[in-house]
Every structure is written in C-alpha cells, then in structure tokens.
C-alpha cells in the first residue's frame, strides 16, 4: 500500500477481554515496529521486527502482550486480559530494511479500556 | 521518552521563527530526527541530521546539532497556523535499532 494502514482505528474494550490489532505496513519494508503513546507522552517502543522474526522486544510491558508477524507483512499486535492502564495510542511503523533514515507511521489505533 | 527531554509547550505568533529544543543522553545516538504529529494523526518525519553535522537546512526548517552538549533544535522560519501541531525529536541508538522519543513539544501559532 501506499503507506501503513492501522485497524481499527478506535477500539474500545472492557477491561479483561483481549483484542487484537493489526498493522499493514508498506508494500516491501522488511523492518516493522510497534510503540505505545500514552497521553501526553512521547511514542514508547514495544517491539521490532525484521522478516518474520521479532528482532527486539523489549519494550513489550508483561506477558500479556505479544505480536506476530508471520508472512513479513502483516503485523498484530494481541493484548491478553487487558487493563485500563492498556488505554493508549498503539503505532506502527515500517521501514525498508531497518536502517536508519526514519520510519513511516501509521495513524495508529486508540485503545481504550472501560 | 525519559531520556530525551523537550519543553512541554511553546506559543508563536504567525510568522515569527519558531525554535523547539531537545537534549538527548546517548553520546552513540547516530541519527537524530525531528517528526510532526497533528491532533489524531501519526508521526510525519520533518527532517533527520546525521551526528557528523551540526547544520542541516530543509525549506523553512533548520537543525542545529551540538554533539558536545547533546543538544538538538528545530528551527521553523516564518511559522504559520498549520505548523501548530506536536513535534517529537528522537534519537537512532547504535546497535539497537530502535527510536527513542521525546516527550513531545506542544506548538501553538496564534494570529
């Protein structure tokens, strides 16, 4: 595609369910990120992968929150058993092979817990 | 973001320069990077300056880098009503391969 899709763009959830969320990044980038952006912070990385493996994930909180990417496109980012303090913006980003001239965003998912 | 520090808000007026600032704290930061957010949009990459420069002009946008104090602006020259929006800087990690960002500086242009 032409840039990074994110769906869907606002989820909201009750607290204990588990969602799922997905991220289409461009046509041929190698390297795809997760991060977190609570309110009225800057985006937090969650994790990296490169192909099909997660070359990073570090940034993960807890056990609760896992991401697969099984073909090296699609993303989906899968929160367990979520909580209120879950409710953030979740952006992905894609570049061509994880280099570092700067990633391209997607306009994110608004997770919100209730 | 704890580690790359911005001013919370800055307020122009419209066509005054605008200048936003950033210190970072890893000397082995490669490339540091200047990205835009808009209410309910995602981040759109201004601009990046390699650690070797300490100047890079784009259009109306200039970067300074001080390597030495670990200090990065963005300067925005003739500042209009649509540069009101967020702005990020962030830092590439040598060896990690991950962003870091900023908490984000809040850039309000008023007429």
């Known amino acids: 595609g032409a840039g990074v899709s994110q769906t869907p763009s606002n989820k909201v959830t009750e607290k204990g369910k588990y969602v799922e969320l997905r991220c289409d990044p461009i046509s041929g980038h190698t390297a795809l990120y997760w991060y977190r952006q609570s309110l009225g912070q800057g985006p937090e990385f969650l994790i990296y992968?490169?192909?099909?493996?997660?070359?990073?994930d570090s940034g993960l909180p807890n056990d609760r929150f896992f991401a697969v990417r099984p073909e090296g496109s699609v993303s989906t980012l899968k929160i367990q058993r979520t909580e209120r303090g879950d409710s953030a913006v979740y952006l992905c980003a894609s570049s061509l092979d994880g280099s570092n001239y700067g990633y391209t965003f997607g306009s994110g998912t608004r997770l919100t817990v209730v | 973001g704890e580690d790359v520090e911005q001013s919370l808000f800055l307020s122009v007026r419209e066509g005054d320069s605008s200048v936003i600032n950033c210190t970072y704290t890893d000397s082995s930061s490669t490339y540091l990077y200047w990205y835009k957010q808009e209410p309910g949009a995602g981040l759109q990459l201004l601009t990046y300056i390699f650690s070797n420069m300490d100047m890079k002009q784009d259009q109306r946008l200039t970067v300074l880098l001080n390597k030495k104090d670990k200090h990065l602006s963005l300067r925005i020259a003739d500042t209009q009503t649509g540069d009101s929006a967020i702005y990020f800087c962030?830092?590439?990690?040598?060896?990690?391969?991950?962003?870091?960002f900023g908490t984000g500086t809040r850039l309000q242009v008023f007429p």
């Open positions: 962030a830092e590439f990690r040598w060896g990690t391969d991950k962003l870091i």
């Open positions: 992968f490169q192909g099909t493996g997660a070359a990073d």
